[in-house]
C-alpha cells in the first residue's frame, strides 16, 4: 500500500520528502485489528432502551422534556442528575428519566404550608 503524503503534517510526521514522493507503510504501522464496530440497534433493543420500571412499560422522558414540565432550564435538569437528586438512566452518553422518578423527586420537593393562628 501506498500513501502519498502532502502538506506540512506530513513532514512533520514522517520527515521532510519530496513532493510528489510516495512512501510504504509497513505493518508496523497497521492496526492489528480493524477496530470495533458495535452492532446496528434493532427495534426490539431500541424498544427495550426505552422502557423501564421493570417491563412496565413506561417510556423514558428526555432531559428537555423534564424541564418542560417542571417549567426549568435543562443545565438544572442535569445538576439535579448530576448531584444524585433526580434519578436517572444513562444510556450511552443520553440521560433519560423515568416518569416514576420524576412523581418521586417532585413528592419529595413537596413542602407543608403552616398556617399562622
Sequence with gaps: ???????????AVRGPRAPGETA?????????????IAPPITKDAATTLSRCDGGAGEPLLSVKQVAEQLGIATATVYG???D???????????????????DAFIASQRRSVRRRP
Design 80 to 82: 439535579l442528575c448530576a
Design 1 to 11: 500500500m501506498a500513501v502519498r503524503y502532502t502538506g506540512a503534517s506530513a513532514a
Design 24 to 36: 510504504s507503510l509497513c505493518a508496523a504501522h497497521l492496526p492489528a485489528s480493524p477496530p470495533a
Design 84 to 102: 444524585g437528586r433526580l434519578a436517572h438512566v444513562r444510556v450511552l452518553n443520553v440521560i433519560r428519566i423515568p416518569p416514576s422518578d420524576l
